[in-house]
């Protein structure tokens, strides 16, 4: 059965101080791997595909790297407008396009 | 730019009502799905369409219908509400072609069932 786990729950940071959010995974082989951002009482928003192990993905100050087991969203010097929750979504190569597996999601809270 | 649009935003229901959440998207995506969203549990796919009279089963389809007259509509109809579908629901829509994994989001209906 396809898995997703992500840690922390839960991440208090700084505003300046970097870290990176975990997303572990177990897929019967995978077509790809998404990071979605939902702030609170909104819809998730795309954010990042990856497709490969060695692939990296950037986007201001958000980088996302995959490996054959895990994928990391990395925060460099987070401002207070990056708190939201982050989820990871994992698509099996042979299920249908449509079936996404998510996790739980990180909730991340960057203070002034 | 209004993208992937779900009414209500909020509804009360009691056991036993019938009701029907509303998805609609001006992307001419093929693509549409219903997740609902739990405390604690990842979204979970209910239905989804491929394209207009084309629908298909996800993780978690008891108790809810879909259709697909055309490309802009899925709405969700829950047969006979139950406390168990007290939820989020988020409708989904994605493109055809290289881009159709990336999937778009509406706002969210949210929905309790007493």
């Known amino acids: 059965e396809d898995q997703v786990t992500q840690s922390p729950e839960a991440l208090r940071l700084q505003e300046g101080e970097s870290s990176s959010l975990n997303c572990s995974y177990t897929v019967s082989g995978l077509r790809g791997l998404f990071w979605y951002r939902q702030d609170p009482g909104k819809g998730p928003e795309f954010l990042f595909t990856l497709y490969s192990a060695g692939e990296e993905k950037e986007k201001e100050r958000l980088k996302a790297t995959l490996t054959k087991k895990e994928s990391f969203l990395h925060i460099t010097a987070p401002k207070p407008e990056d708190s939201a929750t982050y989820l990871c979504?994992?698509?099996?190569?042979?299920?249908?396009?449509?079936?996404?597996?998510f996790g739980t999601g990180t909730r991340l809270l960057v203070s002034p | 730019n209004a993208g992937v649009t779900q009414t209500p935003k909020f509804q009360v229901l009691k056991t036993g009502q019938s009701m029907t959440l509303q998805c609609a998207q001006d992307?001419?995506?093929?693509?549409m799905s219903w997740y609902r969203q739990d405390p604690g549990m990842g979204l979970r796919l209910i239905h989804y369409s491929v394209g207009a009279g084309i629908t298909d089963q996800g993780e978690v389809p008891n108790g809810y219908n879909v259709s697909r007259s055309t490309t802009e509509d899925f709405p969700l109809r829950l047969l006979s509400a139950a406390p168990s579908q007290t939820s989020v629901y988020f409708c989904?829509?994605?493109?055809?072609?290289?881009?159709?994994?990336?999937?778009?989001f509406g706002a969210g209906t949210r929905l309790s069932v007493l």
């Open positions: 992307m001419n995506h093929e693509y």
């Open positions: 979504a994992v698509q099996a190569r042979d299920t249908g396009f449509q079936k996404l597996v």
């Open positions: 989904a829509s994605s493109p055809g072609g290289l881009a159709k994994n990336i999937q778009y």
